[in-house]
């Protein structure tokens, strides 16, 4: 199946940084995601993204398919920021390691 | 509103209980998936379903079962639960095969196999 992998695994940041984390995968794919895990547990979608770029508010997201990475970029973070995020590829959804964002204020 | 939920959030099992995980999904989603959760391993897919009846194993099989008699419903069994099965267990569904949609997730069963 396909790999893949986040970088960096953990993160630290004071309020107010700007980030950029990174998903490598192992082929090409035209299904990717990036999702934020909570406290809690619970897993929020925040891009649907094959390819090109995408923005939300303070969030961003560039998917180079042809290079097999995708970028997420944080802006002007908040400590609500703070938790794991995740990437997956491919048709049957395969997940990176993910990376650890502490956000202090 | 979108929603996938799941049949318990904290679950307390002894070794060799046949234990059976409950997903249900509402958005007429044709795929859904089952993983475990363990510190520092991310998210491993277990199975994944692309219609009814029909299953494809994931990483790690190994243990475990599925069933889907239904579209909106899929369900994860352990046969003879082990200690290496606690763990957290997440269910997700998709749109399609050949029309690949933003998957959403259920809240997640913290299972526990004493």
């Known amino acids: 199946g396909i790999q893949v992998e986040q970088s960096p695994p953990d993160l630290i940041l004071q309020e107010g940084a700007n980030s950029t984390l990174r998903c490598n995968f192992s082929?090409?794919?035209?299904?990717l995601q990036w999702f934020h895990q909570n406290p809690w547990g619970q897993l929020i979608n925040l891009f649907y993204?094959?390819?090109g770029t995408k923005q939300n508010g303070r969030l961003s997201a560039t998917t180079v398919a042809t290079e097999r990475y995708s970028l997420l970029y944080i802006s002007s973070s908040q400590t609500t920021d703070s938790g794991v995020y995740f990437c997956?590829?491919?048709?049957?959804?395969?997940f990176g390691a993910g990376t650890r964002l502490t956000v202090k204020p | 509103d979108v929603k996938v939920t799941q049949s318990s959030r904290y679950l307390v099992k002894r070794t060799g209980e046949k234990v059976f995980l409950e997903c249900v999904q509402d958005?007429?989603?044709?795929?859904m998936f089952w993983y475990r959760q363990d510190p520092g391993l991310g998210l491993r897919l277990i199975y994944f379903?692309?219609?009814?009846?029909?299953?494809e194993k994931g990483d790690i099989p190994e243990g475990y079962s599925v069933s889907r008699e239904k579209k909106e419903r899929f369900s994860l069994i352990l046969e003879s639960a082990s200690t290496n099965q606690t763990s957290m267990y997440l269910c997700?569904?998709?749109?399609?095969?050949?029309?690949?949609?933003?998957?959403?997730f259920g809240p997640g069963t913290r299972l526990t196999v004493l």
């Open positions: 958005m007429d989603h044709e795929n």
């Open positions: 997700a569904s998709t749109g399609g095969p050949f029309s690949y949609n933003e998957q959403f």
């Open positions: 997956a590829v491919g048709v049957d959804m395969r």
């Open positions: 993204i094959p390819s």
């Open positions: 082929d090409s794919v035209n299904n």
């Open positions: 379903s692309y219609d009814v009846k029909m299953k």
